[in-house]
C-alpha cells in the first residue's frame, strides 16, 4: 500500500490498524439504548476507547486468553469475518442505515484485510502450545482419538450445564447459556458454507456433497433453532445480544472462520467440523435438559439433530480423509488432528468460562458483601491499592468489557445501573460496593445527573482471602 493512501500512515503499526478499524461508527461505544440490538445486525460495539493501551502486535499468551484483549479481539474478528456475508435488518430506519453503509463499504474492507492477520495471529498463535499430541500419524490413530474424544465427552458433557441448574435464578442462568449458543452456533455454519466454495471434485470425488449436507441440514434445521430462541423470549437476529457475547463464545465461531477463510488450513477445517459434530452428539440431551428445566424451551431443533454413532464417527472420519490421504500424505491427518484438538480445546475454555461468569452472576449479593469486607481491610489496614476513578453523566454507558484484574466498584456519588444479563439490571447506588473477579463481563449505566465511581485493583492474595 501506498504511503499516501489514506490509512497509508498506519500501515506498519498493528495496534493503529486496528484503531482506524475500530473507528467505523458501526463498531462505536455502546449508548444506554442499546444493550439488545435485535433490529440492527451492523451494531456491534468494540469498545474502541481501550485500544489506546491494548497491544495487539504479538500473539497472546495462553494465561490471557480470557482477558479484555481477547474479547475486543474476537469482537472485532467476527466484524472482520461477517462482512463478506448477507445481512438484512427485519425493520429498515435511518440509524440502521448508516451503520449499514458504515459496515458495508470498501474503507472497510480495506481496513478488515489488513486487521485480519494482526487479529489472528494474536488471538490463535497460543493454541499451538495448547494441543495435545496424536499417538501416531494414521488414519486408524485419527479415527481411534476421535472416538475416545466422542466417549470422554458424553460421560463428561461439561461444567457448565451442572452449574447453570445449580444456580438459584436458573432462569437467568439458562437464558445467558442459550445467549452464547446463538454466538457461535450460527457463525459454525456460516463457515461450514463458505468452506465448501470452490472446485474440489477431482482430488475428492464425495466432500462436495458432505459439506453440501450440512449447509442443508442448518438451512433446513433454521425455522426450529428461531422457534428454540423465540420459546424463551429470545430472537434470532444476527449480533442481537452482541454486548453478552463471552469472548470464549465468539473464540469458538471465529476459529471456524479462520479455518475456512484460509484455505491453507482447510484439512484443519475438517477437523474442526468433526470435532462441532463430536461435541453436539456429547452433549445434546444434557443440553436439551437444561434448556427445557430452565426456560421450558422448544428444544425441537436440538432432538432432531444427527446422532453420530461409534461407527457413524469411523465411517465420517475414513470418507473424509482417506482420498485426501491418498492424494496428500500424511500432513492431511496432522491438520486434520490440528483442528479437531483446537476446537476441543476451545469448547472446554468456554465451559470453564460460561459457568465461572454463571456462579458469579447468580451470587452477585455475595460480591456486594465480599467487596464491604475488602474496602473495610483496605481502610482499617491503611492499605494502598491502585485505583481508578470515573464521573460520567446521565445515561452514560460502558459497553460491556472484562477486566485484566480483580476490581472494586465504590459508588460515591450518584446512581448507576449494572449489568451482566438481558434478564435484569443491579441498581447501585451512594455507598454501594461490588467485587468484580478478573474475566468477568458486566457492563453499566449511570441513572442520575452525574455518578463519581471508584476501582480499586485488589491483588490476587487478598482476593483469595475474601473470595
Known amino acids: 500500500m501506498s504511503q499516501d493512501t489514506p490509512h497509508g500512515a498506519v500501515y506498519n503499526d498493528p495496534n493503529a490498524v486496528l484503531r482506524a478499524f475500530?473507528?467505523?461508527?458501526?463498531?462505536?461505544?455502546?449508548?444506554w439504548s442499546e444493550l439488545t440490538t435485535e433490529d440492527n445486525p451492523y451494531r456491534r460495539p468494540v469498545r474502541p476507547d481501550d485500544l489506546a493501551w491494548l497491544d495487539y502486535s504479538r500473539p497472546?499468551?495462553?494465561?490471557?486468553?480470557?482477558?479484555?484483549?481477547?474479547?475486543?479481539?474476537?469482537?472485532?474478528?467476527?466484524?472482520?469475518y461477517d462482512l463478506d456475508a448477507l445481512f438484512l435488518t427485519p425493520k429498515p430506519s435511518e440509524a440502521v442505515e448508516a451503520d449499514r453503509q458504515a459496515f458495508y463499504n470498501d474503507d472497510n474492507r480495506m481496513l478488515s484485510a489488513m486487521a485480519k492477520p494482526i487479529l489472528e495471529r494474536h488471538l490463535f498463535t497460543f493454541l499451538e502450545d495448547e494441543r495435545d499430541e496424536l499417538p501416531s500419524t494414521t488414519l486408524d490413530a485419527v479415527d481411534r482419538y476421535v472416538a475416545e474424544?466422542?466417549?470422554?465427552?458424553?460421560?463428561?458433557?461439561?461444567?457448565?450445564?451442572?452449574?447453570?441448574?445449580?444456580?438459584?435464578?436458573?432462569?437467568?442462568?439458562t437464558n445467558f447459556l442459550l445467549l452464547q449458543i446463538s454466538a457461535f452456533r450460527p457463525a459454525v455454519h456460516t463457515a461450514i458454507t463458505r468452506a465448501g466454495l470452490g472446485e474440489y471434485d477431482l482430488a475428492?470425488?464425495?466432500?462436495?456433497?458432505?459439506?453440501?449436507?450440512?449447509?442443508?441440514?442448518?438451512?433446513?434445521?433454521?425455522?426450529?433453532?428461531?422457534a428454540m430462541l423465540k420459546s424463551a423470549g429470545l430472537e434470532p437476529a444476527a449480533a442481537a445480544y452482541w454486548q453478552l457475547y463471552l469472548g470464549s463464545s465468539l473464540a469458538r465461531g471465529n476459529y471456524m472462520h479462520h479455518l475456512a477463510i484460509n484455505r491453507e488450513h482447510f484439512f484443519a477445517f475438517l477437523g474442526a467440523l468433526v470435532h462441532k459434530l463430536v461435541d453436539e452428539t456429547a452433549t445434546r440431551d444434557r443440553l436439551v435438559e437444561v434448556l427445557e428445566d430452565g426456560l421450558g424451551a422448544d428444544t425441537t431443533h436440538l432432538?432432531?439433530?444427527?446422532?453420530?454413532?461409534?461407527?457413524?464417527?469411523?465411517?465420517?472420519?475414513?470418507?473424509?480423509?482417506?482420498?485426501?490421504?491418498?492424494?496428500?500424505?500424511?500432513?492431511?491427518?496432522?491438520?486434520?488432528?490440528?483442528?479437531?484438538?483446537?476446537?476441543?480445546?476451545?469448547?472446554?475454555?468456554?465451559?470453564?468460562?460460561?459457568?465461572?461468569?454463571?456462579?458469579?452472576?447468580?451470587?452477585?449479593?455475595?460480591?456486594?458483601?465480599?467487596a464491604e469486607k475488602i474496602q473495610r481491610h483496605l481502610v482499617d489496614e491503611e492499605i494502598d491499592v491502585d485505583l481508578d476513578t470515573f464521573v460520567e453523566s446521565e445515561?452514560?454507558?460502558?459497553?460491556?468489557?472484562?477486566?485484566?484484574?480483580h476490581r472494586l466498584v465504590i459508588i460515591e456519588a450518584g446512581q448507576m445501573h449494572f449489568w451482566n444479563n438481558t434478564t435484569h439490571r443491579i441498581e447501585l447506588n451512594e455507598g454501594d460496593k461490588l467485587l468484580i473477579p478478573v474475566s468477568r463481563l458486566h457492563g453499566s449505566t449511570v441513572l442520575s445527573g452525574e455518578c463519581t465511581y471508584h476501582q480499586p485493583i485488589i491483588p490476587e492474595d487478598m482476593f483469595q482471602r475474601f473470595a
Request: aromatic share 6%.
Open 60 to 80: 497472546m499468551p495462553v494465561e490471557k486468553s480470557l482477558r479484555l484483549s481477547n474479547l475486543l479481539g474476537h469482537r472485532m474478528l467476527r466484524n472482520v
Open 149 to 173: 474424544h466422542l466417549q470422554q465427552r458424553t460421560a463428561e458433557p461439561g461444567s457448565a450445564f451442572a452449574t447453570v441448574t445449580a444456580t438459584k435464578g436458573r432462569k437467568e442462568a
Open 204 to 226: 475428492h470425488p464425495r466432500l462436495r456433497q458432505l459439506l453440501t449436507d450440512q449447509h442443508t441440514a442448518w438451512v433446513d434445521a433454521t425455522p426450529t433453532y428461531a
Open 395 to 405: 445515561e452514560e454507558t460502558s459497553t460491556t468489557h472484562v477486566h485484566d484484574e
Open 303 to 370: 432432538r432432531t439433530l444427527p446422532q453420530l454413532t461409534g461407527t457413524d464417527l469411523s465411517t465420517l472420519v475414513h470418507e473424509l480423509l482417506a482420498p485426501l490421504v491418498e492424494r496428500f500424505g500424511q500432513g492431511v491427518l496432522t491438520d486434520f488432528h490440528r483442528g479437531f484438538a483446537d476446537a476441543a480445546w476451545l469448547a472446554r475454555q468456554w465451559d470453564e468460562d460460561l459457568a465461572t461468569q454463571v456462579a458469579w452472576a447468580d451470587r452477585i449479593e455475595e460480591y456486594q458483601e465480599k
Open 22 to 31: 475500530a473507528a467505523n461508527r458501526a463498531f462505536r461505544a455502546a449508548e
